[in-house]
T-cell receptor, first 111, second 113 residues
């Protein structure tokens, strides 16, 4: 299975602090994607990192990928209360339509 | 609005009812997906359609029946559901087998009573 596993399951921080979430997976991938989900809503695509990339930035987001360790991390800098949501990593295999998700990290940013 | 629209947003149905979920995308994507999200479980891929053809069959009970009449519309027909089928059903679309990411709809919250 290419299922991603996020760590921690839940994270609570103060506004302004940085939040780091980790993801591990089991098999080779084409790319790894991070999504955000506000309570009871659909998922929003945040960032995609390809298997030949090691780091990617988008605004306050920084994603790293270590294919030798089959792991990725998502860093949100200078967090805001509006960042409160669940964050999921998802792995995509070459030649496959399937995007396989982990259980997510529930982030709470306290004002 | 993400460009993927799901209706209805909420649905309550009895176990003997028949209902349908609808998904529509205007992004020009060539693949559409149904995912199921239950509490404390990872998102489960149910069905994938590429250019209106079903691909990558997953083990889904026959009480769930998908339909893709064209590349912009996807339906999930429901009949004789069980209470454990209560969940958030998410539709998504993508281009190039999802190599650039998926766009999700807001989901249909289904409750089976």
């Amino acid at each position: 299975s290419q299922q991603g596993e996020e760590d921690p399951q839940a994270l609570s921080i103060q506004e302004g602090e940085n939040a780091t979430m980790n993801c591990s997976y089991k098999t080779s991938i084409n790319n790894l994607q991070w999504y955000r989900q506000n309570s009871g809503r659909g998922l929003v695509h945040l960032i995609l990192i390809r298997s030949n990339e090691r780091e990617k930035h988008s605004g306050r987001l920084r994603v790293t990928l270590d294919t030798s360790k089959k792991s990725s991390s998502l860093l949100i800098t200078a967090s805001r209360a509006a960042d409160t949501a669940s964050y999921f990593c998802a792995t995509h295999g070459a030649g496959s339509y399937q995007l396989t998700f982990g259980k997510g990290t529930k982030l709470s940013v306290i004002p | 609005e993400t460009g993927v629209t799901q209706t209805p947003r909420h649905l309550v149905m009895g176990m003997t009812n028949k209902k349908s979920l609808k998904c529509e995308q205007h992004l020009g994507h060539n693949a559409m997906y149904w995912y199921k999200q239950s509490a404390k479980k990872p998102l489960e891929l149910m069905f994938v359609y590429s250019l209106e053809e079903r691909v990558e069959n997953n083990s889904v009970p026959s009480r769930f029946s998908p339909e893709c009449p064209n590349s912009s519309h996807l339906f999930l027909h429901l009949h004789t559901l069980q209470p454990e089928d209560s969940a958030l059903y998410l539709c998504a679309s993508s281009q190039e087998q999802g190599a650039y990411g998926y766009t999700f709809g807001s989901g249909t919250r289904l409750t089976v009573v």
